[in-house]
């Protein structure tokens, strides 16, 4: 029997225990509210939870966000969403900025280094099994599995945009069906489909919504690209400074980059370290670390860059309003997206076409995280790299030990022990101090 209709103030708990217990990146958090919402509370069934999720995927930014978002809308309407994507975002936000303020007040201290040292290597194990966990679900065939490794090669060998690569696997997904071929059909991130049935839901219960419902949600669209473009839009028109560059930057990353957080860092650590120089590799590695160690969307990892690319040019201060304001046009679009995008998506819930084209997008994003983790190795096993036809590769002779010992360590621990993410991160960072502390690092 279908539970009953949940009130908001219930739904609001809920989502407040969903953002405490989001930690460890978007896998955990899917993971988080898939058994909150799909088989504890069974307010959505289990084909919609992963349809939602394949749509979400779609977008630009943190797919986790925007479901909680998507979802959120569905139950209560904008407020509901509203309440679900911000809930989600605060937790980080606070813990995130107190973080890079430590961390640019005292990265100095031999113990904080060693802190950092650790983590690196844990994000690199936790990266890796992100791509062994979202490929082991998407790629359900030999065709996914090709689109998978055709994307790690555009991007890394022929640097290939990223979202050139998202777009082209939507269109192969789309016209594949057309075509009449199987090989994209059944959706993308989560399997078969098989869970909880739809109609023992509590949005089961509900029919098709009505069209106040989605002319609010297109409403409130157009207010969240108010909200974020027109500060945007001040910004850049007062003059150049490091604000006006950040809320560019970050609001283009926000329209063009696709495929949920590790994707989104892939592009971000390009720019951010070797074009705009806001930050080193390593320093990048270290906001990943924080970003993993702390509750909410793997993304606000973004606001540690927009926080050291402040700070850099104008101290604390600077940092901290740098930081904030690299999260609103981080989140902003969001909402947008969400709120604009799912009417459309509720009215085109059973079209083929669409999911074949959401199933090939993640299998071509699981080619791009893999790509990610291979970037993030290269800058912390190895102290030098080279350009080889292009290509960044390692220096011989410049492969840092107590870096591979601990990425071993941190490798053994996720895909030997099993252990859960904190832990991992814990003992890493207990290890990385040890090393440094002994000057074995």
Same mark, same amino acid.
């Given at each position: 029997?279908?539970?009953?209709?949940?009130?908001?103030?219930?739904?609001?708990?809920?989502?407040?225990?969903?953002?405490?217990?989001?930690?460890?990146?978007?896998?955990?958090?899917?993971?988080?509210?898939?058994?909150?919402?799909?088989?504890?509370?069974?307010?959505?069934?289990?084909?919609?939870?992963?349809?939602?999720?394949?749509?979400?995927? =779609?977008?630009?930014?943190?797919?986790?966000?925007?479901?909680?978002?998507?979802?959120?809308?569905?139950?209560?309407?904008?407020?509901?969403?509203?309440?679900?994507?911000?809930?989600?975002?605060?937790?980080?936000?606070?813990?995130?900025?107190?973080?890079?303020?430590?961390?640019?007040?005292?990265?100095?201290?031999?113990?904080?280094?060693?802190?950092?040292?650790?983590?690196?290597?844990?994000?690199?194990?936790?990266?890796?099994?992100?791509?062994?966990?979202?490929?082991?679900?998407?790629?359900?065939?030999?065709?996914?599995?090709?689109?998978?490794?055709?994307?790690?090669?555009?991007?890394?060998?022929?640097?290939?945009?990223?979202?050139?690569?998202?777009?082209?696997?939507?269109?192969?997904?789309?016209?594949?069906?057309?075509?009449?071929?199987?090989?994209?059909?059944?959706?993308?991130?989560?399997?078969?489909?098989?869970?909880?049935?739809?109609?023992?839901?509590?949005?089961?219960?509900?029919?098709?919504?009505?069209?106040?419902?989605?002319?609010?949600?297109?409403?409130?669209?157009?207010?969240?690209?108010?909200?974020?473009?027109?500060?945007?839009?001040? =910004?850049?028109?007062?003059?150049?400074?490091?604000?006006?560059?950040?809320?560019?930057?970050?609001?283009?990353?926000?329209?063009?980059?696709?495929?949920?957080?590790?994707?989104?860092?892939?592009?971000?650590?390009?720019?951010?370290?070797?074009?705009?120089?806001?930050?080193?590799?390593?320093?990048?590695?270290?906001?990943?670390?924080?970003?993993?160690?702390?509750?909410?969307?793997?993304?606000?990892?973004?606001?540690?860059?927009?926080?050291?690319?402040?700070?850099?040019?104008?101290? =604390?201060?600077?940092?901290?309003?740098?930081?904030?304001?690299?999260?609103?046009?981080?989140?902003?679009?969001?909402?947008?997206?969400?709120?604009?995008?799912?009417?459309?998506?509720?009215?085109?819930?059973?079209?083929?076409?669409?999911?074949?084209?959401?199933?090939?997008?993640?299998?071509?994003?699981?080619?791009?995280?893999?790509?990610?983790?291979?970037?993030?190795?290269?800058?912390?096993?190895?102290?030098?790299?080279?350009?080889?036809?292009?290509?960044?590769?390692?220096?011989?002779?410049?492969?840092?030990?107590?870096?591979?010992? =601990?990425?071993?360590?941190?490798?053994?621990?996720?895909?030997?022990?099993?252990?859960?993410?904190?832990?991992?991160?814990?003992?890493?960072?207990?290890?990385?101090?040890?090393?440094?502390?002994?000057?074995?690092?």
């Amino acid at each position: 029997m279908p539970p009953a209709a949940p009130g908001l103030a219930e739904a609001t708990w809920v989502w407040a225990r969903i953002a405490a217990l989001s930690f460890g990146g978007p896998a955990g958090q899917i993971a988080v509210m898939h058994r909150i919402l799909v088989e504890e509370k069974r307010w959505i069934g289990e084909a919609r939870f992963l349809q939602a999720l394949n749509f979400c995927m =779609l977008l630009p930014g943190p797919e986790a966000q925007q479901l909680a978002t998507y979802i959120g809308w569905l139950l209560h309407g904008v407020r509901g969403g509203l309440i679900a994507g911000c809930l989600f975002v605060l937790p980080g936000m606070l813990a995130i900025m107190g973080l890079s303020v430590l961390y640019a007040l005292h990265a100095d201290l031999n113990w904080v280094a060693g802190l950092f040292f650790g983590l690196k290597a844990a994000v690199l194990a936790v990266v890796v099994q992100a791509v062994v966990r979202i490929g082991s679900r998407a790629l359900r065939n030999g065709v996914m599995r090709a689109v998978a490794a055709l994307a790690f090669v555009a991007i890394f060998a022929a640097s290939v945009p990223f979202p050139l690569i998202v777009l082209g696997a939507g269109a192969l997904g789309y016209l594949a069906s057309r075509a009449g071929s199987t090989a994209f059909a059944g959706g993308g991130h989560g399997g078969s489909g098989a869970g909880l049935a739809e109609a023992d839901s509590y949005l089961g219960t509900l029919g098709p919504l009505g069209s106040d419902a989605l002319r609010g949600a297109r409403r409130a669209g157009g207010v969240a690209l108010c909200l974020w473009l027109v500060p945007v839009a001040a =910004l850049w028109a007062a003059g150049p400074s490091v604000y006006a560059d950040i809320a560019v930057f970050f609001s283009k990353m926000a329209v063009v980059t696709f495929g949920g957080a590790y994707a989104v860092l892939a592009y971000v650590a390009q720019e951010a370290v070797t074009v705009r120089h806001w930050l080193a590799p390593g320093e990048m590695l270290d906001g990943l670390g924080l970003a993993e160690t702390t509750p909410g969307p793997l993304i606000m990892v973004t606001q540690f860059v927009g926080f050291m690319g402040g700070f850099r040019a104008g101290g =604390l201060w600077a940092g901290v309003l740098a930081g904030l304001l690299t999260t609103w046009v981080t989140f902003a679009p969001c909402f947008a997206w969400i709120f604009l995008g799912a009417p459309w998506m509720e009215r085109l819930r059973h079209h083929r076409g669409l999911a074949a084209a959401l199933a090939a997008v993640t299998a071509a994003v699981v080619g791009v995280i893999a790509n990610l983790a291979l970037w993030f190795a290269l800058h912390f096993l190895f102290t030098g790299t080279q350009l080889v036809w292009g290509i960044e590769l390692p220096m011989p002779g410049t492969l840092n030990p107590a870096a591979a010992a =601990l990425s071993l360590m941190a490798l053994g621990m996720v895909f030997g022990l099993r252990w859960g993410v904190m832990r991992v991160l814990a003992l890493s960072a207990l290890a990385g101090m040890v090393l440094r502390l002994t000057g074995l690092s």
